[in-house]
């Protein structure tokens, strides 16, 4: 059996399969009301989006070895200078970077943006650039689910946190509560209550 070919719309944050479109981890728990950012300025929140967008890039190039730190903005250097701080002081070395993946079972889909060793534990990270958020857990155990599908035990994820990337350097919050799984399955089951036609 082949492997399945999902697409990504960066346009428009959407992932299709065979031309259906998936929902993504962030539209469900946005459907399941978790998440409301109507009451921002547009103008504040798209350019929050795109620091967001710049810092991800940022990380990212910097973890595949390919960032030309020279060329960086001074701004974007300060959120890289937070990311390298954490990656040190924790000990965290990215296995797997910006992991885009689909689950079979629950039919969603989403990216991960780091699974790594943290110590021995193997550990998912979602990294932000705005404030913490009650969502973000449920978020991020929505990522878990995703990489732990069809995996054995001793593959599956240890550890969870948030990482929150500023100017001032970062500040690590660890996801641990065992019900944030079933917050986003709640969430999952309005999601696809409210697409049904």
């Known amino acids: ?4 070919k999902m697409l990504f719309n960066e346009e428009k944050h959407e992932y299709s399969i065979a031309g259906i479109v998936i929902p993504s981890v962030t539209q469900i728990i946005k459907d399941g009301g978790l998440i409301n950012l109507d009451w921002i300025d547009k103008e504040l929140l ?3 989006a795109d ?17 030309n730190v020279d060329e960086l903005h001074p701004t974007l250097k300060t ?8 990656r040190t002081d924790y000990n965290f070395t990215p ?5 885009q993946l689909f689950h079979s079972l629950y039919r969603y889909a989403g990216k991960i943006d780091r699974v790594g ?5 193997l550990t998912l990270l979602d990294i932000k650039s705005g404030t913490p958020q009650k969502s973000h857990a449920i978020q991020n155990s929505a990522y878990k689910g995703l990489h732990d599908q069809n995996k054995k035990k001793s593959e599956q994820i240890k550890k969870r946190f948030t990482i929150y990337l500023s100017e001032d350097g970062y500040k690590v919050i660890e996801d641990k509560n065992p019900n944030d799984w079933n917050v986003f399955l709640s969430c ?3 999601s696809n209550f409210l697409r049904r036609k």
């Open 1 to 4: 059996m082949g492997q399945i």
């Open 46 to 48: 798209e350019s929050k």
């Open 51 to 67: 620091l967001g967008k710049k810092v991800h890039t940022t990380t990212e190039f910097y973890d595949k070895g390919t960032l």
């Open 79 to 86: 959120y890289l200078d937070g990311w390298i701080k954490f």
């Open 95 to 99: 296995t797997e970077i910006e992991l």
């Open 117 to 121: 060793l943290m110590s021995k534990d």
């Open 188 to 190: 999952l089951t309005i």
